[in-house]
């Protein structure tokens, strides 16, 4: 094995607590109701633009609820990092891939400059390249973020897998032809990650290192 395509949030990086505090000061801004973490829990997975989409009430203009979406991304590009950490185990995981000397990319629906600035920040000098939503990367499930990611790292895809915690992260290692690693302990279930057809799936970081 070469190289792993990570997912981020709910698979590198618990992100739930920062998200959750931008969308309800989001929400807050425009006197819609608050969200609890299980509600931001399960909307988490198709980008901030469903993100938000999800947690306006049903039927809010679409001029409001882009305006929502603007107080959101603003506000999350601020505050981020406060709260948010990896998961246990992860950076052990990283360190001992990183001594393997296995190239690792993360591929994300957040947007491009808050994946760099995370990558960035909780994880120098172990993920080579990140790749979040942009103009030119649609988001996953489309393939073009993981592509992209492969050619950067100059992997091949039969030596490369795909780990992510939600059913958008099967779907985009089929759309790209990877063996996909559903993990238990981010956003989605196992019975979600079962149905959708992982190929494996792993309770705890370490585990990965016996697919290497």
Known sequence: MDGILFDLDGTLLDTLEDLMDSVNYA?????????????????????????????????????????????????YANNMNHKTAPYPGIMPLLNALK????????????????????????????????????????????????????????????????????????DTAKNTGLACVGVTWGFRDRDVLEQKGAEYIIDRPEELLRLI
Not at 38 to 67: C, S
Not at 123 to 141: C, H, L, N, Q
Request: with cysteine.
């Open 99 to 170: 001594q393997r000397g296995i190239k690792m990319a993360v591929s994300s629906n957040k947007f491009d400059a808050a994946v760099k600035k995370l990558c960035a920040e909780q994880f120098e000098g172990y993920i080579d390249v990140a790749i979040g939503e942009s103009e030119t990367v649609k988001k996953k499930p489309a393939p073009d973020g993981p592509l992209l990611a492969l050619r950067q790292l100059g992997c091949r895809r039969k030596d490369t897998l795909y780990v992510g915690d939600s059913e958008v992260d099967v």
């Open 27 to 75: 929400l807050q801004t425009e006197g819609f109701p608050q969200r609890s973490k299980q509600e931001i829990r399960a909307f988490v997975g198709n980008g901030v633009a469903n993100l938000v989409h999800r947690t306006v009430p049903k039927g809010t203009p679409q001029p409001i609820e882009a305006r929502c979406l603007e107080t959101f991304r603003a506000h």
